[in-house]
Nanobody
Framework: QLQLVESGGGLVQPGGSLRLSCAASGFPFAYYGISWFRQAPGKEREGVSCIDSTGSSTNYADSVKGRFTISRDNAKNTVYLQMNNLRPEDTGVFYC?????????????????WGQGTQVTVSS
C-alpha cells in the first residue's frame, strides 16, 4: 500500500503562489507515477499535472501550463506542485494520487492510491 498525505493549501490572493507537497509512505515511492488532481466546487475532478517515477517526464493540463510546475524528490518521498499566478478558477481541493503503471495521462482512472486532499482558495 502507498499512503499519500497532501499539505500546503490555503487562502491566497489572485496572482499569488502556493507550493503543495505530497508526502508518501509504504511501498517504494520511486516506482510510482504521481498526478495532482483538482476538484472545483460543483465540477468533476480533473488531473492538472503528473510526473513519472523518475521525474524525467511531466505533463500539464492546458489550464495550468506555464503557471504550475510539478517535481519530485524520491530521496524525500515527496512530490511538489509549485503554483504561480493563481487565479480564482484554480480554487478547489487538490489531491495527489499514485499509480504503478504510469502512462502519462494525468486524468487517468487508473490512479488507485489517493491522499485526503488539501484546500486551495484563490480570492481577494
Amino acid at each position: 500500500q502507498l499512503q499519500l498525505v497532501e499539505s500546503g493549501g490555503g487562502l491566497v490572493q489572485p496572482g499569488g503562489s502556493l507550493r503543495l507537497s505530497c508526502a508518501a509512505s509504504g511501498f517504494p515511492f520511486a516506482y510510482y507515477g504521481i498526478s495532482w488532481f483538482r476538484q472545483a466546487p460543483g465540477k468533476e475532478r480533473e488531473g492538472v499535472s503528473c510526473i513519472d517515477s523518475t521525474g524525467s517526464s511531466t505533463n500539464y493540463a492546458d489550464s495550468v501550463k506555464g503557471r504550475f510546475t510539478i517535481s519530485r524528490d524520491n530521496a524525500k518521498n515527496t512530490v511538489y506542485l509549485q503554483m504561480n499566478n493563481l487565479r480564482p478558477e484554480d480554487t478547489g481541493v487538490f489531491y495527489c494520487a499514485g499509480v504503478y503503471y504510469y502512462d502519462g495521462d494525468c486524468s487517468s482512472n487508473q490512479y488507485n492510491y489517493w491522499g485526503q486532499g488539501t484546500q486551495v482558495t484563490v480570492s481577494s
